[in-house]
């Protein structure tokens, strides 16, 4: 992804992780999960991708990558890093997460 900058903008490859993260926690919160597709806002169909995640990522780990995502998203507004590309973001923020 990182070395198609122009496929895959840091921008919006940073803003799915959040948003993958983010309803990966909402999803560990529901105790009924019968309404889960409207209540994740996705098609019911992906779902299962939700739930699959969920059993790879405890509550504190999803928790943990949305903290991470977010700091990368600053680093990729130039906050608090000196010099930084694409791809050491990326590379930074998916090796965090995986080691979360």
């Not at 993260?21 to 597709?37: E, I, M, T």
């Not at 507004?77 to 973001?89: A, L, M």
């Amino acid at each position: 992804m990182a070395e198609n900058p122009k496929n895959h903008p840091l921008v919006l490859t940073i803003s799915g992780f959040y948003n993958f993260f983010r309803r990966v926690l909402l999803y560990h919160g529901l105790v009924d999960k019968s309404n889960s597709a409207s209540l994740l806002g996705v098609n019911p169909y992906f779902v299962k991708d939700y739930e699959y995640a969920c059993k790879k990522f405890t509550l504190k780990q999803a928790s943990k990558a949305i903290t991470l995502t977010l700091e990368a998203d600053l680093k990729s507004k130039g906050v608090g890093v000196k010099s930084g590309n694409q791809y050491n973001i990326l590379q930074d923020l998916l090796v965090k997460i995986f080691d979360a």
